[in-house]
């Protein structure tokens, strides 16, 4: 963040009393100005300590995200973790934090402790907490943070005064970090053939350990992005691999599936169609059920036709939990992006069949399905 000039000490001293309150209005132009002046950045935090009120600590708190102070690091994860503080407080320290990352090196104590305490955030109640702790992980453009927030993908919660979901943030993050990280990290191999990377992850999988699976996706994703189209020969391992029973039995194997939504344009339309029924009978297959958020989202919305439509419906009635609850998500992915007004409609019916069903999780799930589609989905 640059700096800039401090303000004229009238208009400075009125913004300090006007960020107190008690008009909300007051508060917010207040905040904004003080965000430009880093020299109130002591003052500021002797109102911290004294105001109570939510709206005036969230003021502070912006203001104080743009002055760019790292010396506000341990503070801000203290109000981040105090469950005592009002969600839109926390959800503003996270913020600060996610600016202040850029300065702090990954390989030091305070890095660790704010990703730790960003992690612990992503479990909290309140969805504003864990949208801004998202966002916070992804501005780190930190490659190991990104098994974490994929785990967050399926958080579908909407959030009032954000763009989208828990889970749609946790995407962007993702390619954030991602976008970061063009270069090779360090200990991942340059040069290998795709075909060899997932010879090599199959070697992995039947190893049983798994501990190198991370570290072998990206080198997958670094070398599919030498091609404009799929390699064959590394089409055909893939897809061997999907059709082996010891591929699901891993916790993080959901995430080489997640490929194929991030290659799509690498396919052509005969590798999409072999792909297509593999996912479909392996919907409920994985230890870890990500793999059928993932197989749902790309039924619903890269496939998004009518056999991706009877292929959920199908799914809503033989899948195993906890599997299935993720049924819904696919049908509104399906039922948001179709340009088919037909489609369209009979997703929202299936939808709203499930929201009946006897199973809570796959009620709750086609609830939130149907308020993301918009007006219940009509």
């Not at 499930?354 to 799930?365: D, G, N, Y």
Request: proline letters at 5%; hydrophobic letters at 40%; glycine letters at 8%.
């Amino acid at each position: 963040m640059s700096q800039r000039e401090p303000l004229p000490e009238e208009q400075r001293e009125a913004a300090l009393r006007n960020i107190r309150g008690p008009d909300r209005g007051d508060i917010v132009e207040a905040a904004k100005l003080l965000s430009a002046d880093s020299s109130t950045t002591a003052r500021l935090l002797e109102l911290l300590a004294s105001e109570e009120h939510v709206e005036v600590r969230q003021g502070i708190l912006y203001a104080l995200t743009w002055h760019g102070d790292v010396s506000l690091w341990d503070l801000m994860i203290r109000i981040l973790s105090d469950q005592k503080e009002h969600p839109k407080v926390r959800g503003q320290a996270a913020e600060c934090i996610s600016y202040l990352f850029e300065k702090i090196e990954t390989d030091s104590k305070e890095f660790k402790a704010a990703v730790d305490a960003l992690q612990e955030a992503l479990k909290d109640d309140s969805p504003e907490v864990r949208y801004c702790a998202v966002n916070a992980l992804g501005s780190t453009k930190y490659l190991p943070i990104v098994p974490v927030l994929q785990g967050m993908l399926r958080d579908q919660t909407p959030v009032e005064g954000w763009l989208g979901s828990v889970g749609d943030e946790a995407s962007r993050a993702i390619e954030w970090i991602k976008r970061g990280n063009s270069q090779p990290p360090d200990g991942i191999p340059i040069g290998r053939e795709p075909a060899d990377v997932l010879d090599a992850i199959r070697a992995e999988v039947h190893a049983g350990s798994g501990g190198k699976l991370f570290s072998l996706l990206i080198e997958l994703e670094l070398g599919l992005c030498r091609y404009d189209k799929f390699p064959e020969d590394a089409f055909e391992r893939y897809t061997s691999l999907l059709a082996d029973p010891a591929f699901w039995m891993h916790e993080d194997t959901w995430q080489f599936v997640k490929e194929v939504g991030d290659s799509w344009n690498l396919l052509s339309s005969s590798q999409r169609e072999t792909l297509r029924p593999l996912l479909v009978a392996h919907f409920d297959k994985g230890f870890n059920p990500m793999g059928a958020f993932v197989i749902g989202e790309l039924l619903g919305g890269r496939y998004g036709d009518r056999a991706a439509l009877d292929a959920l419906v199908k799914l809503a009635g033989v899948a195993s939990l906890p599997a299935r609850a993720f049924v819904p998500h696919g049908l509104g992915v399906l039922a948001r992006e179709t340009r088919n007004g037909e489609l369209r409609k009979r997703a929202v019916l299936v939808l709203r069949h499930l929201e009946k069903s006897e199973i809570e999780q796959v009620r709750s799930e086609a609830s939130l399905a149907l308020g993301k589609i918009g007006d219940g989905g009509g």
